[in-house]
């Protein structure tokens, strides 16, 4: 009897937490996939930076950071912080910088467009030699558009908005896309 009353007691810490996560899990199931969304934004962020090729004249040297923006989604930014930290692309330096309403876009090598600004700039920055990304709830949604499609998170490539930028996207990028579009 004692054992058994040892047993239960030890295993108690057990049951609760398996409790705890069993109901953690039931009730927020959807915060769970949200944070993995922005994870997995978060890396198709950093990896996009190289997979793009800029103007010269988009960095003051050769050494300059590559900025990465982030514009509607702190967590994004947050999380995008934390992956880029000491890591560079091309010689240079990653950095993210979140961006506000009415801020400019000057600086910026990749813009991630989300929230309710989004669209206003990714209209401020056609022409500009600057990767923009937005989501597909969005209109227009930048040259690279996030989908999810079943339960996956994937993007598109829209060509016509890439052409007046400079910018030249690597055929590896475009071959992992869901679909290229020529339409601007």
Known sequence: MAFAVRAVRCARPFLLALWLLAGA??????RAEARLEVQVKAAYLYKFAGFVDWPAAAFARPDSPLVIGVAG????????ERLVSGRNVGGHPLTVRRVGRGEALAG?????????????????????PLLTVGDAAEAPAGMIRFLVVDERLRFEVALGQVAPSGLKISARLLAAALRVTGAS
């Open 108 to 128: 910026l090598h990749v813009l991630y467009a989300g929230g309710l600004d989004g669209a206003a700039l990714l209209a401020h920055a056609r022409g500009l």
């Open 73 to 80: 989604n702190e967590e994004l930014a947050a999380q995008l």
């Open 25 to 30: 899990a039931g009730a927020q199931p959807a």
